[in-house]
C-alpha cells in the first residue's frame, strides 16, 4: 500500500500523559499536514509542513502539542500532560510540492482515547 | 468557517444515481470545489475537483453552474459501499492551502 500511514491506529492513555504519533506521507510528497477531528465533526487543520519546515499553526495547537518532520519524510505529533478533550482522531494527509490544486491524500488516523 | 452549505442528511436508493448538492456563494475566482468522503472510521478520501468546467472520473462526475454559486456531487450509480460523509470544500489554487471542512452531508444507501 503506498498511501499515507499512520501509527498507531489506536491509543489509549490517561490523563497527564504524553502520547506520540507518527505519519508517513506518501513516498515524495514534500507536503504534510496535521488535522483533529472529534466525534461528529469535519477535521480542523492543525499544522502544515513543506518538507522539514513547520510554515502553518492553527491557534488549537496550543503549546502541549508539537509536530516535527525531521528529514522532511515521516513526521511525529506529540501531545503532552493529555487533557480529556484531546480525545479525538488525529489524521494526517499529504500533498505533491509542486503545481496547483494538487489534492491531499489522508490517512486512516490515530484515535486517541483519554481515559 | 467553511465556505459551503450542504444538506445534513440525505438517502438514496442502491443502483439509483446519488446527487449531492452543494452551495458555495462566495466562491473566488481562484477557488476550487473539492469532494471528499469519509466512510466510517477512515480518512476523508479524495473524489474529485473542479474549476468551472464540469469534471468526471471513476468514482464520479462534478456539474458546477455558470456562476460558480453551487455545485452537484453525481455517484451514477450507488452502492451500500457508497455510504459515508461527504464533504464539499473550496480551496484557492495554491495547493499549499489547508482544508477547512464543514458538517458535510451524510448519505445513507438503502437497499
Known amino acids: 500500500d503506498t498511501g499515507v500511514s499512520q501509527d498507531p491506529r489506536h491509543k489509549i492513555t490517561k490523563r497527564g500523559q504524553n502520547v506520540t504519533f507518527r505519519c508517513d506521507p506518501i513516498s515524495e510528497h514534500n507536503r504534510l499536514y496535521w488535522y483533529r477531528q472529534t466525534l461528529g465533526q469535519g477535521p480542523e487543520f492543525l499544522t502544515y509542513f513543506q518538507n522539514e519546515a513547520q510554515l502553518e499553526k492553527s491557534r488549537l495547537l496550543s503549546d502541549r502539542f508539537s509536530a516535527e518532520r525531521p528529514k522532511g519524510s515521516f513526521s511525529t505529533l506529540e501531545i503532552q500532560r493529555t487533557e480529556q478533550g484531546d480525545s479525538a482522531m488525529y489524521l494526517c494527509a499529504s500533498s505533491p510540492g509542486t503545481g496547483g490544486n494538487q489534492p491531499q491524500h489522508f490517512g486512516d488516523g490515530t484515535r486517541l482515547s483519554i481515559l | 468557517d467553511a465556505k459551503t452549505t450542504q444538506p445534513t442528511s440525505m438517502d438514496c436508493a442502491e443502483g439509483r444515481a446519488a446527487n449531492l448538492p452543494c452551495n458555495h456563494s462566495t466562491i473566488s475566482g481562484n477557488e476550487y470545489v473539492y469532494w471528499y468522503r469519509q466512510i466510517h472510521s477512515q480518512g476523508p478520501q479524495y473524489i474529485i475537483h473542479?474549476?468551472?468546467n464540469n469534471e468526471t472520473n471513476e468514482m464520479a462526475s462534478l456539474i458546477i453552474t455558470e456562476d460558480r454559486k453551487s455545485s452537484t456531487l453525481i455517484l451514477p450509480h450507488a452502492t451500500l459501499r457508497d455510504t459515508a460523509v461527504y464533504y464539499c470544500?473550496?480551496?484557492?489554487?495554491?495547493?499549499?492551502?489547508?482544508?477547512?471542512f464543514g458538517s458535510g452531508t451524510r448519505l445513507s444507501i438503502r437497499p
Open positions: 473542479g474549476l468551472k
Open positions: 470544500i473550496v480551496r484557492p489554487l495554491s495547493s499549499a492551502s489547508k482544508i477547512i
